[in-house]
């Protein structure tokens, strides 16, 4: 029983660049979330999906950032022209699909903006 | 808007003793959930335990409880017969309609041997 990846788990990377980052869910699970997490603090909401639907975005998710589920399986989440404030730690969880399902996460990937 | 705050940023217990991390939070919805989860030190956030709104009865998950104060809107996680396992940050979460869970800042807990 594999539960959620993550991958790469460290990017370090220069300002301007783009970044792609990719969560694979525990397999059964159809419901996946993104999260952001700075240091010392909680994670906070980014975006969700439910099988390749994208049912909701947080304001925080500028025109910068872009999220795909293709097939409803793996995600990825994009970052383009980064900036020093996008370093963070980026967390994806899924679930079932039912109401509250408890969330999983993954190991998170730490992005490291120079 | 939802919120969630732990107001007490750093704890530290004593192996074996029991210790009480504090939870409030706000929220319009009358149908929600909370969660703790714990995140070891540069390992990934595991759930602790949940508990349902409805509920009255308090959740226990063998060493962890909760103490669910429905009306003063708290959420207390009691952890038992600490161990040194469970140094941690932990997350006071809120969950509600559409899913997207809400987060404290967390509490640091340090278990001393």
């Known amino acids: 029983d594999t539960g959620v990846s993550q991958d790469p788990r460290h990017k370090i990377t220069k300002r301007g660049q783009n970044v792609t980052f990719r969560c694979d869910p525990i397999s059964e699970h159809n419901r996946l979330y993104w999260y952001r997490q700075t240091l010392g603090q909680g994670p906070e909401f980014l975006t969700y999906?439910?099988?390749?639907?994208?049912?909701?975005k947080s304001r925080l998710l500028s025109d910068r950032f872009s999220a795909e589920r293709p097939k409803g399986s793996f995600s990825t989440l994009e970052i383009q022209r980064t900036e020093q404030g996008d370093s963070a730690m980026y967390l994806c969880?899924?679930?079932?699909?039912?109401?509250?399902?408890?969330?999983?996460f993954g190991p998170g990937t730490r992005l490291l903006v120079l | 808007a939802q919120t969630v705050t732990q107001s007490q940023p750093e704890m530290s217990v004593q192996e074996a003793e029991t210790v009480t991390l504090s939870c409030t939070y706000d929220?319009?919805?009358?149908?929600?959930?909370l969660f703790w989860y714990k995140q070891p030190p540069s390992r990934q956030m595991i759930l602790v335990i949940r508990q349902e709104a409805y509920k009255q009865q308090n959740a226990t998950e063998n060493r962890f409880s909760v103490n669910f104060q429905k009306a003063a809107k708290s959420f207390s996680l009691k952890i038992s017969d600490s161990q040194l396992g469970d140094t941690a940050m932990y997350f006071c979460?809120?969950?509600?309609?559409?899913?997207?869970?809400?987060f404290g800042a967390g509490t640091i807990l340090r278990v001393k041997s």
């Open positions: 979460a809120l969950g509600e309609y559409g899913n997207k869970l809400v």
């Open positions: 999906f439910q099988n390749e639907a994208q049912l909701e």
């Open positions: 969880a899924s679930s079932l699909p039912a109401y509250q399902e408890t969330q999983y």
């Open positions: 929220t319009s919805e009358s149908n929600y959930y």
